[in-house]
DNA sequence: CGTGTGCTTGGTAACGATAACAACCGGTCC
DNA sequence: GGACCGGTTGTTATCGTTACCAAGCACACG
C-alpha cells in the first residue's frame, strides 16, 4: 500500500520512506503492473486500439501517425493490427482489442466482407470512429476525405480546359473509388455531359496493370485527351504510359503527346512530372488526428450527441505545371 | 468457472450449457478480460512493445508491417510507439511497455540522448531487440542493414565510372548516418583518392534542406558530377535540386545536367525520377520480419544463447535507368 | 488530563479470470 | 450392494493493484 502511494505522488508518505521505495525500486527493475491496475473499477486502461488495411503504404501510415501524436497527448497508447482488407481478421482484432479493454477503436473498415461485428451493440460500449471509408449501416462517427467533391472539382477543371473525352482510372469495389467514380460522374453531368464507359477502367491495383490500362486507352481509334486518375498509383502508371508512348512516337499524332493528367493524392516527383498535371492532395496525418479527435472527444467528460457524426475533411486542387 | 471453461474450448461441458453461455456471450456482448486473464502467474499477456523513432516514415512503416506480420503469426499484437529520436519519450514507452508486461520489445533506438534505460537489467528480464541502429554498450540482439558496405559498393560504382568529384548528402548524428559516411570514405580511401570536405553535406533532415543543400553545391566553383546521398528524404532533395537548375540552363553549362546519383533506401517511383539514379535496396519488411523473429527465438522454449547477437542484412545495388 | 486533529502506515476487499480441488451424478464392475 | 470411474458443475484461492477503513502516533487545545 505504501509502494502504491509512493508510486501515485507520494502524498502522505514520510520522506525517508519514499527514498527507500524509490531505491528499492530501482534495484529491484520493479515496473507497476499496469494490467492489474487496469482491472480495478473506474480504472481506465490507457489504449485505443487501431486496424488498418494495409500499414505498410505511406497513406495509412501517415494517418496512424497522426493517431499516435493525438493519443499520446491524451496519455494513451496505440494498438496496432492490420486487416489486410480481410473483415474475418478485422473482426478478430477488434475483439481483441475490446478484451484488452481498448478506451477506443479507430478503423479502416475492409473493403472485403461483412461489417456487423461494426455494430454499435457489439462492441460493448466502446467508442469506435471509422477513417478514411464509411460502412453502410453502421452508425459510427465517420472521417472522410472528400472524396466526392475531389474529383468533381478536378475533373471539372479539365472539362473547363475543354477536354470531353477524359478516361478515369481507378477502381470500384473500394469506398473511396466508388466516391471519386461518381465525382468523375456529377462533373461530366453538371455540364449535361455523361462520361464515355469505353474510357473507364476500374481494378487496377498497381502501377504496372495501371500503364497497360493507360496504353490501351491510348490506343483506341478515339482515344481520350485527358484522364482523371483515383489514386496516385494509377497517376503513375498512366504518365508512364504516355511517356513510353510519347518516346516512340505516337501512331495518333501529336495529340497524346500533351494528354492532360488529374490525378487524387499526391506523390514525390508529382511537381517534376514530364505531363500537365495536376493533384488532389489531402493531409492523411490530418485525417488521423481527427479521427483521433473525434474519439477522445467521445471519452471526454463533456455531454455527447448521441448520433454518430461524420466529417469529410476538404481537399485542394494544385496544379504543379 | 463454466463460461471460462465453454470460451476455451468447452472440455467437459454438456453441449446444452455450452450453446446456452454461447447465446449469453451474444446478447451480452461479453468480451472476456485478457488483461485480467494475463494477471494469472503464467499466464503471457500477448503483447510486444514496439518504439520507432518515426512512424511517418515509410521505411520505417514498412518494418513495422513486418514486425506486425511475425507478431500476428504469433498471435501477439503490437504496442507502437513513437519515440521522435527523443530518448527521454524512449525510456516512458519502454517503461510504460514493460508496465503492461509485454513480453519482448523491439526498439529502434533514438539517437538523441542517454540510452541507460535499455540496459538489459533495467528491463525486468524481457527480450530486447534493436532493430536498424546498434547502440554502444548495449548488449541486446540486434539488426542492422549493411550500411557500410551499402554506401561503399554505391560510391564505388561511382567512383568506376570515373567520377571523381562526389558529393556526400546524409547525416553525421545518426548511426546508420555515421556508418554510411563511412563506406562512403572507404569506397575513396580503396582507390587511394579522399572526399572532398566540400562536398559533403550533414544535416539535411527533410527534402526541402536536402535540395537546398544539392543547389548550394551546384553553385561551386568546381561542383561534383555525381552525388551519393545516404537516404531516400536526399535523394528527392538532390534530384528536385538538378531538375531546377536544369530547367533554369544551369549556369555551369551542361554538365549539371547529367548529374549521376545513387542514394541509400529505395522510395515509390524512384524509377521514374528524371536523373541516372541507383538506389542502394533493402527490404524494411524483412528488417522487421527478423527482429520479430529473432524476439520470438528468445521467447521460445529452445535453449538460448546467452550472448547478444547480431544480424546484418544485405543490400542490393539497382540501376535505374 | 482527556479529546480532537492531522499525518503516517498497514489490513481488507474487490476488480475478472482460472487452476486446483471438491461435490455430485449416473453407470459399470466385482 | 459398495467401490470406482468419468463427466459435469461449483467453490476457493490467487494474480497485482488501490479505495477504503482502522490503528497508531505526535501535538494542540480546553
Do not use: C
Not at 462517427?141 to 468533381?152: N, Q, S
Request: net charge negative.
Amino acid at each position: 500500500m505504501t509502494v502504491s502511494r509512493v508510486l501515485s505522488g507520494g502524498k502522505n508518505v514520510r520522506l525517508e520512506v519514499q527514498e527507500r521505495v524509490a531505491r528499492a525500486v530501482e534495484t529491484l527493475g520493479y515496473h507497476r503492473n499496469e494490467n492489474a491496475r487496469s482491472l480495478r473499477p473506474g480504472h481506465r486502461s490507457g489504449l485505443v486500439g487501431v486496424t488498418i488495411t494495409n500499414i505498410a503504404n505511406p497513406y495509412y501510415a501517415e494517418m496512424l501517425r497522426g493517431v499516435e501524436e493525438i493519443a499520446s497527448s491524451h496519455g494513451r497508447r496505440i494498438l496496432v493490427g492490420n486487416s489486410n482488407e480481410d473483415a474475418d481478421l478485422e473482426k478478430q482484432l477488434v475483439a481483441d482489442f475490446i478484451g484488452r479493454r481498448v478506451e477506443g477503436l479507430i478503423v479502416v473498415p475492409s473493403s472485403a466482407g461483412d461489417a456487423a461485428h461494426l455494430q454499435p451493440e457489439r462492441l460493448g460500449g466502446v467508442p469506435l470512429v471509422l477513417a478514411s471509408r464509411a460502412v453502410a449501416d453502421v452508425a459510427a462517427d465517420t472521417v472522410l476525405i472528400d472524396d466526392v467533391e475531389g474529383a468533381r472539382g478536378a475533373t471539372a477543371a479539365l472539362l473547363a480546359e475543354g477536354h470531353r473525352r477524359i478516361a478515369y482510372l481507378g477502381q470500384r469495389s473500394v469506398f473511396t473509388g466508388r466516391r471519386r467514380l461518381e465525382g468523375f460522374t456529377l462533373a461530366h453531368e453538371a455540364l449535361d455531359l455523361r462520361p464515355d464507359d469505353e474510357l473507364i477502367r476500374v481494378g487496377q491495383q498497381d502501377v504496372g496493370s495501371a500503364e497497360q490500362a493507360m496504353t490501351e486507352l491510348l490506343e483506341l481509334a478515339d482515344p481520350p485527351t485527358a484522364v482523371f486518375s483515383a489514386n496516385n498509383r494509377n497517376t503513375v502508371g498512366a504518365i508512364r504510359a504516355i511517356v513510353a508512348r510519347r518516346r516512340s512516337g505516337g501512331s495518333a499524332g501529336t495529340s497524346s503527346l500533351d494528354i492532360r493528367v488529374a490525378g487524387f493524392d499526391s506523390f514525390d516527383f508529382a511537381d517534376i512530372a514530364p505531363v500537365r498535371l495536376s493533384v488532389v492532395d489531402h493531409d492523411a496525418g490530418d485525417l488521423g488526428r481527427r479521427a483521433a479527435a473525434m474519439l477522445f472527444d467521445r471519452l471526454g467528460d463533456a455531454p455527447q450527441p448521441l448520433d454518430a457524426r461524420t466529417l469529410e475533411l476538404p481537399v485542394t486542387l494544385r496544379d504543379l505545371f
